[in-house]
T-cell receptor, first 114, second 110 residues
């Protein structure tokens, strides 16, 4: 069974440019998370979806970040415009229904803003 | 408040036991977790412990939980070079949101 798939693996952009990340969770997993991991730190939750509904986006900087999960499966995370401080690894994770103890992570997208 | 703390580095000889420690602040957490992150990879769930347990063993891994002191540890027996990675502890503060520590880099030398 395929794990959580993220693309791209790496992205380098200039500041003020837009960028988007894509995540395909494990089939059947209704909960999807986006985390940001800064260098030398643990991941921090940006947004959590239950199916297509964002149930926790309190940590998402809404002035420049947006996310969507239109059909309750794939999700995209967008930053517009990107700032130097957005350089980080963006991790997507998913968990099956009623078993939120087991979050499976993708390999992440490493974003570098120059 | 939400704060999970870990020491930054641990270096052990191959074959020895490794003990990685973590302290957390939220006593309402239902589960506490240990994740492993290898270079360039996502996080892999190693094990988790329910908050009303004080020990869980899974092959070479032993998790100890001291709820009174809010202290969690992960012991890896017979540590191998393949165990070299960053280990994160995390709590769920009784929600579906994981609060991660800063990670402990484990280096295993021959």
């Amino acid at each position: 069974e395929a794990g959580v798939v993220q693309s791209p693996r790496y992205k380098i952009i200039e500041k003020k440019q837009p960028v988007a990340f894509w995540c395909n969770p494990i089939s059947g997993h209704n909960t999807l998370y986006w985390y940001r991991q800064n260098l030398g730190q643990g991941p921090e939750l940006l947004i959590r979806y239950e199916n297509e509904e964002a149930v926790d986006d309190s940590q998402l900087p809404k002035d420049r970040f947006s996310a969507e999960r239109l059909k309750g499966v794939d999700s995209t995370l967008k930053i517009q415009p990107a700032e130097l401080g957005d350089s980080a690894v963006y991790l997507c994770a998913s968990s099956p229904p009623e078993v939120n103890t087991e979050a499976f992570f993708g390999q992440g997208t490493r974003l570098t803003v120059v | 408040g939400e704060d999970v703390e870990q020491s930054l580095f641990l270096s052990v000889r191959e074959g020895d036991s490794s003990v990685i420690n973590c302290t957390y602040t939220d006593s309402s957490s239902t589960y506490l977790y240990w994740y492993k992150q290898e270079p360039g990879a996502g996080l892999q769930l190693l094990t988790y412990i329910f908050s009303n347990m004080d020990m869980k063993q899974d092959q070479r891994l032993t998790v100890l939980l001291n709820k009174k002191d809010k202290h969690l540890s992960l012991r890896i027996a017979d540590t191998q070079t393949g165990d070299s990675a960053i280990y994160f502890c995390a709590e769920d503060n009784n929600t579906d949101k994981l609060i991660f520590g800063t990670g402990t880099r484990l280096q295993v030398f021959p």
